[in-house]
């Protein structure tokens, strides 16, 4: 599945993943291939994303937090996210 993580000032990541886990209103929720169609609003948190690698033009954003699985995180104010067909726009602050 594909992901953009935008804000506005920058792209923050662009590409393929295994699945992404977002902090929502209601509690963390993590999308995965094949995930029903969403749009969703984001709180403060972590937006983490599980891939084998991030590209280098992409990767100063993002901290390594498990060594084993490979997922990085990136820190979000607020958002939202639009999912569907495997692809998916986060907007954040």
């Known amino acids: 599945m594909n992901i953009k993580i ?3 000032e ?10 992404v886990l977002l902090p929502g209103k209601n509690g963390d ?3 995965m291939k094949d995930h029903a169609a969403i749009v ?8 983490r994303v599980f891939t084998n690698e991030i590209d280098d033009k ?6 390594k937090e498990n060594d084993k699985e490979s997922v990085f995180s990136f820190s979000v104010k607020s958002g ?10 986060i907007l954040a602050e």
């Open 6 to 8: 935008l804000t506005p």
């Open 10 to 19: 920058f792209v923050v990541f662009e590409g393929d993943v295994k699945s």
């Open 29 to 31: 929720f993590h999308i």
């Open 40 to 47: 969703a609003s984001l709180i403060g948190g972590k937006v």
């Open 58 to 63: 992409y990767a100063k954003n993002f901290t």
């Open 80 to 89: 939202v996210i639009e999912f569907s067909n495997n692809k998916g726009i």
